[in-house]
C-alpha cells in the first residue's frame, strides 16, 4: 500500500489565501452573460475588476478524497446584482459539499434541476451544508471581501454549463439598501 502524506496549512485569516495552493483568478470578463443588466456589464467590463480568486489543494479525482478551496470574493455589483462566483452543479451531481464563513459578508443561492432555490445567508463561523444534486453560487453582499472556506470531493467535478446557459431561478440584488431575492427573467426550466 502506497500511503499519501497528511498535511496541515494555515490559511491566513484576513486574506484568504492557503500558502502553497494553487490559485484562480476570475475577472469580469470570464463571467461574460452572466450577469442580468448586459449594460452595467460592458460599462464595468472597461475597469475589467477581479471578482473572486480561489486558492485550491486539489487531489486526483479520486472516489474517497477530498479537495478544499478558499475563495475570496471582492465586494461589487453589475447593476443592482451583487457579484458572484459562476456557480455550479457538480460533474458527479451526487456529491455533497461543506463550506465554512471566514470574513466578510454574503450568501449562497443554491438550487434544484427544476429551479426550486434557497439563500443561505453567511458571515464568519457559518457553515453550510450542501446537499448532493443542487447547484451552488456564493454572493458578496457586503463591502469587504467575503472570504471562506469550501471541502468537496476529489471527484464531484464542476458542471458549469446550464448556469452558464441560463442562470439561477433567482438574482441577489440591493433594492433600497437590502438584499433581495427576485426572479431571474432569462430563467427557463
Ligand atoms: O467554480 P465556481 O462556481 O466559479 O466557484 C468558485 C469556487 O468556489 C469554491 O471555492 C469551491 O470549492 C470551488 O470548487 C469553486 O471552484
Ligand atoms: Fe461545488
Known amino acids: 500500500m502506497e500511503y499519501k502524506n497528511p498535511l496541515g496549512v494555515d490559511i491566513d485569516l484576513e486574506t484568504g489565501v492557503i500558502p502553497g495552493a494553487k490559485k484562480l483568478v476570475r475577472r469580469l470578463s470570464d463571467l461574460k452573460g452572466y450577469f442580468a443588466d448586459e449594460k452595467a ?18 487531489q486526483e479525482e479520486k472516489d474517497g ?3 478544499f478551496a478558499t475563495t475570496v470574493l471582492y465586494p461589487g455589483k453589475v447593476g443592482r446584482e451583487f457579484f458572484f462566483t459562476k456557480g455550479h452543479y457538480h460533474s458527479k451531481a451526487d456529491r455533497a459539499e461543506i463550506y465554512y464563513g471566514i470574513k466578510g459578508k454574503g450568501g449562497m443561492l ?6 426550486r432555490a434557497e439563500w443561505i445567508e453567511m458571515g464568519p463561523g457559518t457553515v453550510v451544508y450542501v ?3 443542487w447547484a451552488h453560487r456564493t454572493v458578496n453582499t ?3 471581501p467575503f ?3 469550501a471541502v468537496y470531493p476529489a471527484d464531484a467535478g464542476h458542471d458549469y454549463g446550464s448556469i452558464a446557459e441560463k442562470g439561477f431561478s433567482k ?3 440591493e433594492e433600497g439598501g437590502e438584499v433581495k431575492l427576485v426572479d431571474n427573467p432569462r430563467w427557463k426550466e
Open 41 to 58: 456589464y460592458e460599462e464595468l467590463l472597461k475597469e475589467n475588476p477581479v471578482v473572486y480568486e480561489v486558492y485550491a489543494v486539489e
Open 65 to 67: 478524497d477530498l479537495n
Open 110 to 115: 443554491l438550487q434544484t434541476p427544476e429551479g
Open 131 to 133: 446537499p448532493p444534486y
Open 142 to 144: 457586503g463591502d469587504e
Open 147 to 149: 472570504i471562506f472556506l
Open 171 to 173: 438574482l441577489v440584488v
